[in-house]
């Protein structure tokens, strides 16, 4: 069965700090990989997203930067991080197999102070 | 421009209650629609889905949806509403099949 992993599941991080939230997935290859931020009282808002190895595209320009090492791995980081970066980051995949859905993590909650 | 309305940004109801929520959406392709439930602090579980096919679309927990596309809408409903329905409701549109766009999301309540 395929299943996705996010961790860490709570962090609490300084301005200025470096960040790095880590996303893989299990029981499928060649998934489609997402990034989103929901900020509080807010809706999702899409990030980055991958369709293979090193690629990235990115939809909003900010901070943060993301990367795929490998095929179910995708890595949501920044250099320094901002009060604005708070909220719950959530990762989602779409399987090779049913491209129109989407699954998600169990996400980040990060809080900058 | 593809866009998702979800009307209402809170609702509430009695246990046992009948629940609707709303979503039209607004798109020049077919769309695929999704309706995600999220629970305080966890990710988005899906609930349903309509690609093709019949338009009355059953999910999980006992929730339908029926997709018309005459008034581009994708309403959800439940018959009778439990408690453990209490939770956040993302309505989500696909025209490429690779990017999703949200509603703003719907509070459920459920009243004793």
């Known amino acids: 069965s395929q299943t996705i992993h996010q961790w860490p599941a709570t962090l609490v991080q300084p301005v200025g700090s470096p960040l790095s939230l880590e996303c893989t997935v299990e029981g499928t290859s060649n998934p489609n990989l997402y990034w989103y931020r929901q900020a509080a009282g807010r809706g999702l808002q899409l990030l980055f997203y991958?369709?293979?190895?090193?690629?990235i595209s990115s939809e909003v320009p900010q901070n943060l930067s993301a990367s795929r090492p490998q095929d179910r791995q995708f890595i949501l980081s920044s250099k320094k991080l901002l009060l604005s970066d708070s909220g719950f980051y959530l990762c989602?995949?779409?399987?090779?197999?049913?491209?129109?859905?989407?699954?998600f993590g169990p996400g980040t909650r990060l809080l900058v102070l | 421009a593809q866009s998702v309305t979800q009307l209402g940004s809170h609702v509430s109801v009695s246990e046992g209650a009948l629940v609707l929520l709303r979503c039209n959406y607004s798109?020049?392709?077919?769309?695929?629609l999704f309706w995600y439930v999220q629970y305080p602090n966890q990710g988005l579980q899906l609930l349903l889905k309509y690609t093709t096919g019949a338009t009355l679309v059953k999910g999980i927990n006992g929730f339908e949806a029926e997709f018309k596309k005459s008034e581009t809408s994708f309403h959800l409903t439940k018959p009778s509403a439990h408690m453990s329905d209490a939770a956040e409701y993302f309505c989500?549109?696909?025209?490429?099949?690779?990017?999703?766009?949200f509603g703003s999301g719907t509070q459920l309540t459920v009243l004793p």
């Open positions: 798109s020049s392709v077919p769309p695929y």
């Open positions: 991958s369709v293979g190895i090193g690629q």
């Open positions: 989500a549109f696909s025209g490429s099949a690779r990017q999703l766009t």
């Open positions: 989602a995949y779409q399987p090779a197999l049913l491209r129109e859905t989407q699954y």
